[in-house]
Protein backbone atom coordinates (compact mmCIF):
# COMPACT_ATOMS: atom_id res chain seq x y z
CA UNK A 1 0.00 0.00 0.00
CA UNK A 2 1.15 3.83 -0.16
CA UNK A 3 2.71 5.43 1.44
CA UNK A 4 5.17 2.53 2.70
CA UNK A 5 5.82 2.47 6.75
CA UNK A 6 8.93 3.27 5.99
CA UNK A 7 8.49 6.31 3.29
CA UNK A 8 7.08 6.60 -0.16
CA UNK A 9 6.90 3.99 -2.64
CA UNK A 10 8.24 3.80 -6.23
CA UNK A 11 7.31 1.05 -8.42
CA UNK A 12 8.34 -0.40 -11.55
CA UNK A 13 5.34 0.33 -13.69
CA UNK A 14 1.54 1.48 -12.17
CA UNK A 15 0.53 -0.58 -9.21
CA UNK A 16 4.10 -2.60 -10.13
CA UNK A 17 7.09 -3.83 -8.09
CA UNK A 18 8.14 -1.37 -5.93
CA UNK A 19 11.69 -0.25 -7.04
CA UNK A 20 12.67 2.08 -4.31
CA UNK A 21 11.53 3.60 -1.22
CA UNK A 22 12.11 7.56 -0.47
CA UNK A 23 12.10 7.58 3.24
CA UNK A 24 10.23 10.46 5.19
CA UNK A 25 12.71 12.72 5.97
CA UNK A 26 12.52 16.16 7.80
CA UNK A 27 12.06 19.86 5.78
CA UNK A 28 15.44 21.08 5.00
CA UNK A 29 16.79 21.97 1.78
CA UNK A 30 18.64 18.71 1.50
CA UNK A 31 16.09 16.76 2.74
CA UNK A 32 13.62 18.01 0.48
CA UNK A 33 15.65 17.76 -2.33
CA UNK A 34 15.87 13.88 -1.84
CA UNK A 35 11.93 13.66 -1.95
CA UNK A 36 11.71 16.19 -5.20
CA UNK A 37 9.96 14.61 -8.20
CA UNK A 38 9.12 15.70 -11.96
CA UNK A 39 6.36 14.42 -13.40
CA UNK A 40 6.39 13.30 -16.90
CA UNK A 41 3.03 11.18 -17.93
CA UNK A 42 0.26 10.10 -16.40
CA UNK A 43 -1.86 6.02 -16.63
CA UNK A 44 -5.11 7.27 -15.13
CA UNK A 45 -4.42 7.69 -11.03
CA UNK A 46 -0.74 6.32 -11.57
CA UNK A 47 2.55 8.87 -12.65
CA UNK A 48 5.46 8.59 -14.02
CA UNK A 49 8.10 10.33 -12.43
CA UNK A 50 12.10 11.11 -12.78
CA UNK A 51 13.66 11.51 -9.33
CA UNK A 52 16.06 14.43 -8.26
CA UNK A 53 18.68 12.06 -9.12
CA UNK A 54 17.71 11.27 -12.59
CA UNK A 55 16.16 7.81 -11.93
CA UNK A 56 12.77 7.20 -12.65
CA UNK A 57 9.42 5.11 -11.90
CA UNK A 58 5.76 5.31 -11.46
CA UNK A 59 4.19 6.90 -7.96
CA UNK A 60 0.39 7.32 -7.30
CA UNK A 61 -1.59 10.56 -7.30
CA UNK A 62 -2.24 10.14 -3.01
CA UNK A 63 1.68 10.12 -2.55
CA UNK A 64 1.92 13.20 -4.68
CA UNK A 65 -0.07 15.61 -3.23
CA UNK A 66 2.75 17.69 -1.54
CA UNK A 67 3.88 21.11 -1.63
CA UNK A 68 3.95 22.78 -4.43
CA UNK A 69 6.62 25.35 -4.49
CA UNK A 70 5.64 29.09 -4.76
CA UNK A 71 4.60 31.43 -5.50
CA UNK A 72 2.74 29.39 -8.00
CA UNK A 73 -0.10 31.14 -10.37
CA UNK A 74 -2.84 28.75 -10.80
CA UNK A 75 -5.21 29.77 -13.93
CA UNK A 76 -8.36 28.46 -15.75
CA UNK A 77 -6.90 27.06 -18.41
CA UNK A 78 -3.44 25.81 -19.41
CA UNK A 79 -2.24 29.10 -20.44
CA UNK A 80 -0.12 32.00 -19.13
CA UNK A 81 -3.17 34.56 -21.15
CA UNK A 82 -6.04 32.55 -19.33
CA UNK A 83 -8.22 34.11 -16.04
CA UNK A 84 -6.16 33.48 -12.89
CA UNK A 85 -7.50 32.15 -10.32
CA UNK A 86 -5.27 32.24 -7.26
CA UNK A 87 -1.53 32.26 -6.23
CA UNK A 88 0.10 30.00 -4.06
CA UNK A 89 2.59 30.15 -1.68
CA UNK A 90 5.70 27.95 -1.20
CA UNK A 91 4.31 24.98 0.64
CA UNK A 92 0.63 25.21 -0.24
CA UNK A 93 -0.72 21.18 -0.71
CA UNK A 94 -2.15 20.46 -3.55
CA UNK A 95 -4.08 17.58 -5.03
CA UNK A 96 -2.44 16.59 -8.59
CA UNK A 97 -5.25 15.19 -11.19
CA UNK A 98 -3.83 15.25 -14.46
CA UNK A 99 -0.71 16.19 -16.86
CA UNK A 100 -0.84 17.82 -20.37
CA UNK A 101 2.76 18.53 -21.72
CA UNK A 102 3.96 21.30 -19.62
CA UNK A 103 0.95 21.86 -17.60
CA UNK A 104 -0.46 20.29 -14.61
CA UNK A 105 -4.10 20.41 -13.49
CA UNK A 106 -4.59 21.06 -9.79
CA UNK A 107 -7.10 21.15 -7.06
CA UNK A 108 -6.56 23.88 -3.93
CA UNK A 109 -8.68 24.18 -0.84
CA UNK A 110 -8.25 27.65 1.11
CA UNK A 111 -8.92 27.89 5.35
CA UNK A 112 -12.74 28.39 4.46
CA UNK A 113 -13.05 25.09 2.68
CA UNK A 114 -13.41 26.93 -0.43
CA UNK A 115 -12.24 24.48 -3.75
CA UNK A 116 -10.44 25.27 -6.65
CA UNK A 117 -9.37 23.36 -9.89
CA UNK A 118 -7.15 25.06 -12.13
CA UNK A 119 -4.03 24.56 -14.43
CA UNK A 120 -0.42 25.93 -13.35
CA UNK A 121 2.90 25.08 -14.49
CA UNK A 122 4.54 22.13 -14.87
CA UNK A 123 7.04 22.04 -11.60
CA UNK A 124 8.24 19.25 -8.95
CA UNK A 125 5.94 18.09 -6.40
CA UNK A 126 6.99 16.50 -2.99
CA UNK A 127 6.79 12.49 -2.69
CA UNK A 128 5.69 12.72 0.71
CA UNK A 129 1.54 12.16 2.36
CA UNK A 130 -0.14 15.10 2.28
CA UNK A 131 -0.51 15.50 6.08
CA UNK A 132 3.95 14.86 6.15
CA UNK A 133 4.51 18.44 3.88
CA UNK A 134 6.03 21.57 5.60
CA UNK A 135 3.22 23.48 7.39
CA UNK A 136 1.77 25.96 4.91
CA UNK A 137 -0.32 29.17 5.29
CA UNK A 138 -3.62 28.52 3.03
CA UNK A 139 -4.11 31.63 0.85
CA UNK A 140 -7.95 33.17 0.74
CA UNK A 141 -9.12 33.01 -2.89
CA UNK A 142 -8.91 36.13 -4.85
CA UNK A 143 -11.71 37.77 -6.66
CA UNK A 144 -11.40 36.52 -10.65
CA UNK A 145 -8.50 38.79 -12.58
CA UNK A 146 -7.99 38.57 -15.81
CA UNK A 147 -4.08 38.37 -16.30
CA UNK A 148 -2.69 40.77 -19.26
CA UNK A 149 -2.21 39.29 -22.73
CA UNK A 150 0.92 41.24 -23.61
CA UNK A 151 2.95 40.42 -20.37
CA UNK A 152 4.91 37.15 -20.46
CA UNK A 153 5.06 35.24 -17.08
CA UNK A 154 8.38 34.26 -15.74
CA UNK A 155 9.13 31.09 -14.56
CA UNK A 156 9.35 30.75 -10.39
CA UNK A 157 12.73 29.19 -9.52
CA UNK A 158 13.00 29.38 -5.95
CA UNK A 159 11.30 25.62 -5.49
CA UNK A 160 14.62 24.20 -7.23
CA UNK A 161 17.07 22.70 -5.56
CA UNK A 162 19.89 24.55 -3.55
CA UNK A 163 23.70 23.62 -3.53
CA UNK A 164 26.05 24.29 -0.80
CA UNK A 165 27.49 27.84 -0.80
CA UNK A 166 30.71 29.79 -0.49
CA UNK A 167 32.42 32.78 -1.29
CA UNK A 168 33.19 32.60 -5.12
CA UNK A 169 37.33 32.74 -6.00
CA UNK A 170 38.08 35.44 -7.52
CA UNK A 171 40.96 34.02 -9.64
CA UNK A 172 41.17 31.01 -11.43
CA UNK A 173 44.47 29.31 -12.64
CA UNK A 174 44.32 28.33 -16.35
CA UNK A 175 47.42 25.90 -17.71
CA UNK A 176 49.62 27.51 -19.69
CA UNK A 177 51.91 25.88 -22.32
CA UNK A 178 55.74 25.41 -20.95
CA UNK A 179 58.67 26.57 -23.44
CA UNK A 180 60.23 23.06 -25.04
CA UNK A 181 63.92 22.48 -24.00
CA UNK A 182 65.78 22.24 -26.54
CA UNK A 183 68.26 19.01 -26.75
CA UNK A 184 72.12 19.12 -27.78
CA UNK A 185 72.97 18.10 -31.22
CA UNK A 186 75.00 14.86 -31.57
CA UNK A 187 76.46 14.46 -35.34
CA UNK A 188 75.99 11.25 -36.81
CA UNK A 189 78.50 11.61 -39.38
CA UNK A 190 81.12 8.89 -39.68
CA UNK A 191 84.17 10.77 -37.89
CA UNK A 192 81.52 10.77 -34.18
CA UNK A 193 82.80 8.91 -31.52
CA UNK A 194 81.36 7.31 -28.65
CA UNK A 195 82.25 9.09 -25.42
CA UNK A 196 83.82 6.38 -22.78
CA UNK A 197 82.62 6.40 -19.35
CA UNK A 198 85.60 8.12 -18.07
CA UNK A 199 85.36 10.74 -20.43
CA UNK A 200 81.67 11.71 -20.90
CA UNK A 201 80.12 15.30 -19.79
CA UNK A 202 77.50 14.82 -17.12
CA UNK A 203 74.28 15.91 -18.66
CA UNK A 204 72.36 19.49 -17.55
CA UNK A 205 69.27 19.30 -15.92
CA UNK A 206 66.77 21.19 -17.59
CA UNK A 207 65.86 24.26 -16.61
CA UNK A 208 62.92 24.99 -13.77
CA UNK A 209 59.21 25.67 -15.72
CA UNK A 210 57.90 28.83 -14.17
CA UNK A 211 54.70 28.32 -12.31
CA UNK A 212 51.53 29.29 -14.26
CA UNK A 213 50.58 32.77 -13.13
CA UNK A 214 47.23 32.79 -12.11
CA UNK A 215 44.66 34.25 -14.55
CA UNK A 216 41.99 36.73 -13.49
CA UNK A 217 38.55 36.35 -14.09
CA UNK A 218 36.42 39.03 -15.62
CA UNK A 219 32.73 40.20 -15.50
CA UNK A 220 33.14 40.47 -18.98
CA UNK A 221 34.34 36.47 -19.20
CA UNK A 222 30.87 35.63 -17.69
CA UNK A 223 28.73 38.16 -19.98
CA UNK A 224 30.79 36.64 -23.22
CA UNK A 225 30.44 33.09 -22.10
CA UNK A 226 26.65 33.45 -21.20
CA UNK A 227 25.94 35.12 -24.68
CA UNK A 228 27.16 31.58 -26.01
CA UNK A 229 23.98 29.79 -24.77
CA UNK A 230 21.38 32.62 -26.34
CA UNK A 231 18.47 30.46 -28.28
CA UNK A 232 18.74 26.75 -25.85
CA UNK A 233 15.92 25.76 -24.73
CA UNK A 234 14.22 25.89 -21.77
CA UNK A 235 13.76 22.95 -19.12
CA UNK A 236 12.74 23.48 -15.69
CA UNK A 237 15.75 22.28 -13.49
CA UNK A 238 18.32 22.26 -16.20
CA UNK A 239 21.90 23.39 -15.50
CA UNK A 240 23.49 21.58 -18.97
CA UNK A 241 23.91 23.05 -22.71
CA UNK A 242 20.89 20.79 -23.71
CA UNK A 243 18.36 23.14 -21.31
CA UNK A 244 18.67 25.67 -18.79
CA UNK A 245 16.42 27.10 -16.18
CA UNK A 246 17.22 30.65 -15.37
CA UNK A 247 19.45 30.20 -12.29
CA UNK A 248 20.52 26.62 -13.59
CA UNK A 249 21.97 28.96 -16.52
CA UNK A 250 23.84 31.52 -14.26
CA UNK A 251 25.03 28.35 -12.14
CA UNK A 252 26.39 26.51 -15.30
CA UNK A 253 28.16 29.82 -16.46
CA UNK A 254 29.80 30.51 -12.79
CA UNK A 255 30.89 27.01 -12.69
CA UNK A 256 32.71 26.96 -15.98
CA UNK A 257 35.07 29.73 -14.06
CA UNK A 258 35.29 27.55 -10.91
CA UNK A 259 32.87 30.18 -9.35
CA UNK A 260 30.44 28.62 -6.83
CA UNK A 261 26.87 29.67 -6.69
CA UNK A 262 23.86 28.65 -5.27
CA UNK A 263 21.65 26.75 -7.44
CA UNK A 264 18.00 28.55 -6.64
CA UNK A 265 17.49 32.19 -7.91
CA UNK A 266 16.32 32.74 -4.53
CA UNK A 267 19.67 31.97 -3.17
CA UNK A 268 21.76 33.05 -5.69
CA UNK A 269 20.60 36.51 -5.05
CA UNK A 270 22.52 36.66 -1.47
CA UNK A 271 25.94 35.62 -3.29
CA UNK A 272 28.67 37.75 -3.82
CA UNK A 273 28.20 41.47 -3.08
CA UNK A 274 25.81 43.82 -3.43
CA UNK A 275 25.68 46.38 -6.37
CA UNK A 276 23.06 49.20 -7.08
CA UNK A 277 21.38 49.80 -10.35
CA UNK A 278 23.31 52.30 -11.77
CA UNK A 279 26.47 50.73 -10.79
CA UNK A 280 25.94 47.60 -13.20
CA UNK A 281 28.59 45.94 -14.71
CA UNK A 282 28.67 43.20 -17.48
CA UNK A 283 28.65 39.74 -15.51
CA UNK A 284 26.37 40.72 -12.70
CA UNK A 285 23.35 38.65 -11.93
CA UNK A 286 20.24 40.86 -11.68
CA UNK A 287 17.30 39.42 -9.70
CA UNK A 288 13.24 39.76 -9.99
CA UNK A 289 10.42 39.12 -8.36
CA UNK A 290 6.40 39.79 -8.91
CA UNK A 291 7.35 42.77 -6.82
CA UNK A 292 9.85 45.18 -6.36
CA UNK A 293 10.02 44.19 -2.51
CA UNK A 294 10.77 40.62 -3.58
CA UNK A 295 10.82 37.55 -2.99
CA UNK A 296 12.93 36.37 -5.91
CA UNK A 297 11.79 34.19 -8.10
CA UNK A 298 13.94 35.00 -11.39
CA UNK A 299 17.49 35.57 -12.46
CA UNK A 300 19.54 37.08 -15.51
CA UNK A 301 22.88 38.51 -16.48
CA UNK A 302 23.22 41.70 -17.01
CA UNK A 303 25.89 42.39 -20.39
CA UNK A 304 26.30 46.02 -20.73
CA UNK A 305 24.55 48.53 -22.69
CA UNK A 306 20.81 48.22 -20.59
CA UNK A 307 20.36 44.20 -21.84
CA UNK A 308 20.45 41.00 -19.91
CA UNK A 309 20.00 37.09 -20.84
CA UNK A 310 18.03 34.89 -19.48
CA UNK A 311 16.15 31.41 -19.70
CA UNK A 312 12.72 33.15 -19.39
CA UNK A 313 9.91 30.26 -19.21
CA UNK A 314 9.10 27.17 -20.97
CA UNK A 315 7.74 29.23 -23.60
CA UNK A 316 10.61 31.08 -24.45
CA UNK A 317 14.30 30.01 -25.09
CA UNK A 318 17.84 31.33 -23.60
CA UNK A 319 17.00 35.10 -24.82
CA UNK A 320 18.73 38.82 -24.27
CA UNK A 321 16.45 41.46 -23.21
CA UNK A 322 16.12 45.05 -22.30
CA UNK A 323 16.76 46.05 -18.33
CA UNK A 324 15.21 49.44 -18.24
CA UNK A 325 11.70 48.15 -19.98
CA UNK A 326 11.99 44.31 -19.06
CA UNK A 327 10.71 43.88 -22.04
CA UNK A 328 11.71 42.17 -25.53
CA UNK A 329 10.77 42.80 -29.48
CA UNK A 330 9.75 40.06 -31.83
CA UNK A 331 8.45 40.27 -35.37
CA UNK A 332 8.14 44.24 -34.35
CA UNK A 333 5.84 43.60 -31.40
CA UNK A 334 7.25 44.74 -27.80
CA UNK A 335 6.30 42.04 -25.17
CA UNK A 336 6.89 42.98 -21.64
CA UNK A 337 7.91 40.58 -19.24
CA UNK A 338 5.83 41.16 -15.49
CA UNK A 339 8.89 40.51 -13.21
CA UNK A 340 10.52 43.84 -11.54
CA UNK A 341 13.21 44.67 -11.10
CA UNK A 342 14.47 43.93 -6.85
CA UNK A 343 18.36 43.58 -7.06
CA UNK A 344 21.88 42.70 -8.34
CA UNK A 345 24.68 40.57 -7.26
CA UNK A 346 28.61 40.81 -7.87
CA UNK A 347 30.67 37.69 -7.70
CA UNK A 348 33.62 37.98 -9.30
CA UNK A 349 36.01 41.17 -9.35
CA UNK A 350 34.50 43.27 -6.01
Known amino acids: TDPDPKGVNVRKTPGGAVIRVIPKVGATDEQIRMRRVVVTGQDKAWFSVRLDDGSTGWMHSSVLGSCASGPSPMYAEPDGASRLLVTLQDGSPVDLLAVSGNWARMSYTNTSGTKVTGWMRQHSLLSNPR ?9 PLPAASTAPKTAVKQTRTSG ?10 KTVSAPQKATPQKSSTVSKGPSASK ?4 TSTPKTAPAQKPAPKPVTVTGKNLADSVRKYLGVKYVWGGTTPSGFDCSGLMYYVCKQYNITIPRTSKEQATAGKYVSKSNLRPGDLVFFGRTTSGPVDHVGMYIGNDKYIHAPNPELPVMETQLSTNSFVKNGTRYTFAGKYITARRVVGY
Open 131 to 139: NDCRAATRA
Open 160 to 169: QTAQASTQPP
Open 195 to 198: PTSS
